[in-house]
Structure formats: structure tokens, C-alpha cells
């Protein structure tokens, strides 16, 4: 655990906060007082965001327990990009509901969605900051060889 560095933190808490905003409501009737959790209401949606979810807590798992920074960084740059990507996705179900607009709200499951999915992005971004491993020591310094005679 001591190896997680800020962006590592910041995705996990977003992936755990997507999870639970995934099953929290987001939409809900006006006359009526049904609510429509991120599961029920998405069809392919739901599932590529369970899918960044398990990216951006795998980067925290890969951080802690890899030596060399190799996978990790790879593993953020994907939880960069496809972060990004989910926020589109959640930017597009917020503007465009399920229904007419006169009957359907807007709950606050979407809006914790959206906090999420802009969390994991961002903790993917600030993963790519430093690409070196925290808590191992550092390298043996270079060899100094005297530059050849001309």
C-alpha cells in the first residue's frame, strides 16, 4: 500500500464510487414515484462502466505489487483514455434520458456517476505523472568512463 501514489488513490475511490452510483438511482418518473438504478436503466452502458470500474481498481492492484513500473503505466494510460470515455458516455446519458424530458428526472446516482467517472480519469492522468515505482530504492549510479582520446 505504500507504493499507491495519489492518482492510484484517486482512481480506486472513483471506481468504488461508480460501483455504488451504478446502484444508486438515476432517473426517476415525475408522476409516479419510481426510480431506475444505472443497472436497470443502461443496456450495454452499465457494463462498459463496471469494466473501466475493474480497470481503475486493477491500477491500484498493479501499482502495489509490480516492481517494475512497466504495467502499471500501461494500465494508467488505459484508465486515462477509457476514463475519458466515460465521462462521454455518463455526459451523454445525463443529456439525453431515457423518455421525454417532461416526465423523466434526473436523480442523484447520474450526478455521483459522473463525479466518478471524472475521478477515475483523473487518477488515471495523475498516475502518468511519475512512472517510477514508490518505495524501492533507487537505482546504482552510472558508471563514469572518461570520453575517448580523438
Partial sequence: MRRLRAGEWLAAAGAVALLV????PWYGA?????????FES?????????ALAALALALGALQATRDTPAA???AAVLTATLGILGV???????LNQPGPNEFIDVRWGAWLGLAATLAIAAGGWRALATER??????GPEPELRPTPAP
Fill in 21 to 24: 452510483a451504478l446502484l444508486s
Fill in 30 to 38: 415525475r408522476a409516479r414515484s419510481e426510480t431506475l438504478t444505472g
Fill in 42 to 50: 443502461f443496456t450495454v452502458i452499465d457494463v462498459l462502466l463496471v
Fill in 72 to 74: 502499471p503505466v500501461g
Fill in 88 to 94: 462521454l458516455l455518463v455526459l451523454y446519458r445525463l
Fill in 133 to 138: 515505482v514508490r518505495g524501492l530504492p533507487p
